[in-house]
């Protein structure tokens, strides 16, 4: 194995290969900045290209491009409020705000770091733990992936501490929507209105640009700022964060990217699952949970580690099973397929090679990722400096553009306004947008699992067997229970401790 290990580092320095993987991250991070504009997208138009290169070039070119997109969406999530990719969601609920402070700069190399630690480890599991991470997501059926929702769900109420009744509304909120279009089981028509287009429902995407990028234009240009935030570039100001993240974040880091790891191994769970669960784990743990949404790093650190350690995780299941774990993981399973590779455990003996070579250029990726991003974190911050009449336009455009791209049709540019106007409105009666872009996202997940959960227990002839009975679903219902009541105890303890105070007083 030392060897392979040592041959796909020769290959990751070979020149092309070494400039497809910074070309790669390039344009990756820029495709993951732009709202709209997905990893899966990016790898996907890249794969023709592939073609006329060796195949270990070709997948060297688009592990690159995925890591760069999946880190990328941090940028706009953190300058203006609107995650490029959705598995950024989560870290709009530090990273704005930090941003606000006048601290973007660390926002963004804390998301470079993070992302790059994230992406390392969830790859050096790729590396030594494919097989039995492999045979963990085969225990994963349908109760299980209905149970690991319901647990992602179950943030809400970490999330919305201030007022869990209106998050927990504006999560079930989420959650009706995300049932427009074709029922999963019987392909009856729901709440279409007659609109063919809506026949395949909610496109999730659409839905974040206008929660997070056209509510924000609005509020934009009600302010009275003439900029979003001051931005002052510092020297030096990568190395410092992390120095700071090592020394007092190194257990979250860790902690968030195993998370994501895991996670990312189970097909349709995705960085979107893996960011909130790890950010709310992050919170849980940590000794100021006031912090969290106010412009903590630490949230920061937990989404961007998980999202992007994901990568590794999607990766185990296709090259080990054949099974991919991401849209982006099928895509480059479908450019193995075009160059008469057949993914599988064979890969590993019929062709060490590529796959090694494969693995490790996602390790030397990750890392060239911080020179790389560095560097473009310089140009990215100044777009604080443009006044926001400009960047109110610019916003504007690149939401039609990012909504219309993904089906081509002008109801999705629609719907991105219609929730762009829910945004706006909502926020104005404390409506919390983060659960709702939760529920519209894990709501298709549920709904399916459930539905071939209860379609097995008829079959089965006991409910509770399906749902009950296994290790995993009952570590996960334990977990969802700790998750809902955590906040409660929690607010009773500060309570009973506050009350002591005042006696003492």
Known sequence: M?????????????????????????GGIVIGALPGLTATMGVALMVPVTFAMNPISGLIMLGAIYSGAIYGGSNSAILINTPGTPSSVATTFDGYPMCQKGDAEGALNASLIASAFGGVIGTLFLLFLAAPMAQLALKFGAA?????????????????????????ISGALGMLISTIGLDPIEGARRFTFGTYSLVQGIEVIPAMIGLFSFSQVIILVGSKNKFIAEYKGKKGATLRVARILFKKAKVNLLRSSIMGTIIGILPGAGGEIASIIS?????????????????????????????NATIGGSLIPMLTLGIPGSAVAA????ALLAHGI??????????????????ISMIVGNIVMVFVGALLIKGTAKVLNVPTSYIGVAIVSLSIIGSYAIRNSIVDVMVMIFFGLVGYFGGKIG???????????LGPIVEDNLGRSISI?????????????????????????????????????????????????
């Open 2 to 26: 030392l060897q392979v290990i040592l041959t796909g580092f020769a290959n990751s320095f070979i020149p092309f290969n070494f400039f497809l993987i910074v070309a790669g991250l390039t």
């Open 279 to 307: 950010y709310n784990e992050a919170k849980r743990w940590d000794k100021n949970k006031a912090n969290f949404g106010t412009g903590a790093i630490e949230g920061v650190v937990a989404s961007e580690a998980a999202n």
């Open 144 to 168: 299980e992936f209905f149970w690991l929702c319901i647990f992602g769900l179950s943030t809400i109420a970490a999330m919305s501490q201030g007022n869990v009744v209106k998050g927990l």
């Open 342 to 359: 057949q993914p599988g455990f064979k890969i590993f003996t019929n062709n060490p090679d590529l796959a090694y070579s494969f693995i």
């Open 331 to 334: 895509v480059i399973m479908g």
């Open 457 to 505: 227990a008829g079959a089965e002839g006991s409910v509770f067997k399906v749902f009950f009975s296994h290790p995993i679903s009952l570590l996960l219902i334990i977990l969802t229970v700790v998750s809902v009541m955590t906040p409660a105890v929690m607010a009773k303890y500060h309570a009973k401790k506050g009350a002591a105070a005042n006696d003492k007083a």
């Open 431 to 441: 409506f919390d947008t983060g659960a709702m872009a939760l529920g519209i996202i």
